[in-house]
């Protein structure tokens, strides 16, 4: 929604049988989600890019394959907004002040620490993922929480993933 008359062009005004009320908090927190979907897919591609280390192969390829996933999340996302006659990012400047995730702009990263930290930032991407949902099931939008629904159980298969990947050899606990 524009923040200057919170008005969508008519041009762009998609019929919905939601209330208005419902498509602008549908539309902000699906927003929300999109710039962190964009944040912790360049942090991924960063990490894929700047791992090193005995593990390199497959904390390399595991890190390809999760930002890939991340990536295919992001026009889902937008189109739901679209489609319920909401608008969405247009840039990165607007993706910088949406995301909650941290970007990390350190020269060296220790891989386990790389893997860590995107278990964490997942786990919150998750969270907020759900919190998303309960808006889309208040405004009645059923289409915008089942893709969630998906969403959550993917960023669970990654947390899950680097979890693994970061535990001690021998070790019961992270």
Known sequence: MSKTNNKVSPDLDTPTDLSPDGVKKVSEA????????????LKTKNFHWHISGRHFRDYHLLL???????FATTDQLAE??????????KSIGQVAKLQTIKDN???Y?????????????NKHVAAAMRKAHDVCDDAGDVASASILEVFIDETER??????????QE???AA
């Open 30 to 41: 699906l927003n929300v989600l999109l710039a962190d979907a964009f944040a912790l897919y």
């Open 64 to 70: 390809d394959e999760q930002s890939d996933q991340i």
């Open 80 to 89: 739901r907004v679209r489609k319920i006659g909401g608008t969405t990012l």
């Open 105 to 107: 702009n350190e020269d």
């Open 109 to 121: 990263v220790p891989p386990r620490e790389m893997l860590r930290e995107l278990m964490q930032d």
């Open 158 to 167: 990654r947390t899950w993933f680097l979890f693994e990947a970061t535990r």
């Open 170 to 172: 021998g070790s019961n």
